[in-house]
Structures are given as C-alpha cells and as structure tokens.
C-alpha cells in the first residue's frame, strides 16, 4: 500500500535555502493529505545531511539520500525512484511555500494528471527598477490553444500512475543544461497529461545577486529557446521550417525591443528575453542535440541501500514496490 503524497527536492550546495525550503513544508495549513519529503543530494559529498536531519529531528518526515553527479536529471530520477506516493509534488531548494501551497494545489487535482503552481520571484529593494515591475524571473504555466502543453519542476503535483508518467524519466542529457523539466512534461502532455494551473499554489523564490541582471536573463532564455528547439526537433520538427520561424519570430521581437527602448527600458528588456528565447531555438535548428538517443533504457544504476540518515526499514518498500520496474520511454 502506497502512502498519498511524497514531495521530492533535489539539492546541491544550498544549504541555508534548503533549511527554509523544509521549514515552509513543515508549516502547511488546509486540507492535504500526509506527506513525505524526500530529499536527493546531488552534490560529490553529503553536504545537505546535517539541514536534512535537522529538519527530520523537527518532525517533518523525510527521507535523505546522497546521490552524487552535478546532474539534475539524475537526482531527480533517483527521487522518482525512492517515492512511493501516489501523487509526487516537486519543489526547489531554493523556494519557500506559503502556508496554503500544498492545499491549493491538491484541491485543484480534479480529474487532472498534474497541477502547477506559479512561482513567484523576490527582489530586493536595490535590483533594478524595471526587474521589479516586469518579475521576469517569475514562472507560471503558459496555455496554447486552451491546453498547457508543457511544465516545470520548481512547483507541481502529478499523478505518477497516471499513463502519461508512468514510465517517464528526465533526460539526462539536460541534466547539466537545464530544460529537462519542459521536456519531462512536454512528453507527458504529448502522451495526453491533463495539465492543470493552480493560481493560489504560491512558491517564493528569492534572486540572488547573480542572477539580477540581464546578461543572466539573456543566457538563461537563450537555453529554454535551445531546449525547446531541440525537443521540437526530436519530436519530428522539420529543422529548416523551425530555423525560419523562429528568426522570423526573433526579428519581430528585438525590432519592438528597439523600438521600446528610448521610452521603456522595461518593456524593451521583455521582448528582447522573448527575442532570446527565438535566438536559441535558431540555434537548436543550426546544430541540434540528439534527445532521444540520450534518454536512459532503464529507471537507473545500482543496488538500493540504506544512506545516511535513513533506515533500512523505509527502503524496504520502495524495492518490494517495484519502483525499479519502470522503464524510460524509447
């Protein structure tokens, strides 16, 4: 017998946000069902043990386990791997939840395969104006044609028996380069996930110094456009007609961009982002990533054991479960 709800964060080397992540969990008021948290630490030493144990000793109920690589998509595999709920939320270790976050998003399931929740960005008093007003470092889900097509990792709820994420796995490939999360969901929406947006689910992402600037903005959609041009590719897109649309669609934006810019530097940072997004799916067409021939044959390597801070005991029933029966789609 599966227990509800395990909610899964993967970590590397933030401790201090991972501790106020955890706090926020342990906070949640409304209705939801009992939860585990299931922490994956993906960093070469056990860095994370000492916030995780802490957070245990407080009394949220966690699980810990020390899965080094850098690899996002691999921690977060492992995670799929140690859950045994019937519903897996995902959060980042550098979100809080407000007290409502897993309410909203468990009362919004109704009859849907997955539920986000928006993440919203904090700024601080002295970050640009502009940053401010437009909160581009904020994420919601985007509908086209009356459906949300794809999704993201930093604040959602899925049904992992549903068929569309049955055998599902994050591509390693991305696992370095960001964007496996918009392809994991991009192939469960393709495989008929009803994908659901829970506008109260509210997680609050603070931005480091680093990322308020623009250069950091330009780089990371000129990665999301890349993603998503390799995942159209992969899914059969031809290269030339993406490569000419997507020009088309850079040019008309970084023209407005222009045009805006004398007048409303926030309105021209915006649509030049959108124009980078363009840039990058160009650059997918120009030379693409083989996804498919990266995305891994089995739910992953080696012998399910006991880690730090955990017990064998509530190991035991992830393997009798059959979690390792589940295998990546070709």
Known sequence: MTRPLDICICTYRRADPLAAALASLGRQTGAFPGFRVIVVDNDDTPSARPVALAARKAGLALHYAHHPGAN?????????????????????????????????????????????????????????????????????????????????????????????????????????????????????????????????????EPVPEPRARFAWLWRRRLRVGRTHGDVRIDRGAARPVLFAKAGAKAALCLIVAAGFGAVNRGHAAMWALRGAVHLGAMGAALRPQALRLSRASGTGAGVLRAQDGCDTADLAPVGQGGAFSRRAKP
């Open 72 to 204: 996002v998509s691999r921690a977060r595999n492992r995670a799929l791997d140690l859950a045994d709920g019937d519903w897996i939320a995902f959060f980042d270790d550098d979100q809080a939840a407000d007290p409502g976050w897993l309410s909203a998003l468990w009362a919004a399931r109704n009859g849907a395969d997955a539920v986000l929740g928006p993440v919203e960005a904090t700024y601080a008093a002295h970050h640009p104006a502009w940053m401010r007003r437009h909160a581009p470092h904020s994420t919601r889900a985007v509908e086209r044609r009356g459906r949300i097509m794809t999704g993201y990792s930093g604040n959602v709820l899925f049904h992992r028996n549903a068929a569309a994420f049955l055998d599902l796995r994050f591509l390693e490939a991305l696992g370095r380069s960001g964007g496996e999360d918009h392809e994991f969901f991009d192939m469960a929406a393709r495989h008929g996930a009803r994908i659901v947006f829970a506008r109260s689910a509210i997680a609050r």
